[in-house]
């Protein structure tokens, strides 16, 4: 347990520190707490095969409920931006693989099609409301599978990314997740039954 305390101490140390050199880009002072974490990975639906597909990760703490929920190491793809982070994922996850570089790009790896599931600790917010809306549309295009989700963390109150601009997606909402600094919710996207994407 003491061990546990330590990593998740040094993590959050990790993390700070990185959210001092980019704070617009690492978006959150530290790592999302374990019931937000949890959240996250019952949305992503783990019990389903195949990829899953995970988007700034930071130091992991959504990968670790993942696992805790029954994603096996060698089912995930971890892309990150900051060196530091991806350097500690390697370490933490050897199985898993660990792209550094720009989650934006996820829509190029062979890896999505097919993939069970995208989870996204990405400051989408950040990116204009089109573009936003047209890099989920195209990740869910590219998943090409029923039922498969991009999952994704807010501290928003209303959708991350707006609902109107998502035509033929499913949108489900989380509960707040007191338990955060700040609180926030999950919310899931799939495409509706019979809606295809180009
Ligand atoms: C709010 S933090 C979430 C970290 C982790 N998922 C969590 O919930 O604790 C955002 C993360 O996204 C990463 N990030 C931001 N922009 C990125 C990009 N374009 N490509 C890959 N990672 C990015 C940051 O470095 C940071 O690790």
Redesign the pocket.
Known sequence: MAVLSDTRRADAWQFFR?WLKAPL????YG??SPAL?RAVAAAARPGRDGLVIE?????G??TEALVEAGVSPERLVL????EG?ADLLRRRYPRARVIG????GVVDIPDLRGAASIVS???LVQVPAGPRAKFVLDCLARLGRPGARFVQ?TYMLSSPVPLPLLPGTAAEVSPTVWANFPPARVWSYSLEHGASVS
Not at 25 to 28: F, Q
Not at 55 to 59: A, E, K, S
Not at 79 to 82: A, I, K, N, P, T
């Open positions: 990185t880009r690492v978006a959150a790592p999302s974490a988007l700034g990760v930071g130091t703490a959504l892309l990150e931006s900051d982070f570089g720009n989650a934006y600790g990405l400051p963390l």
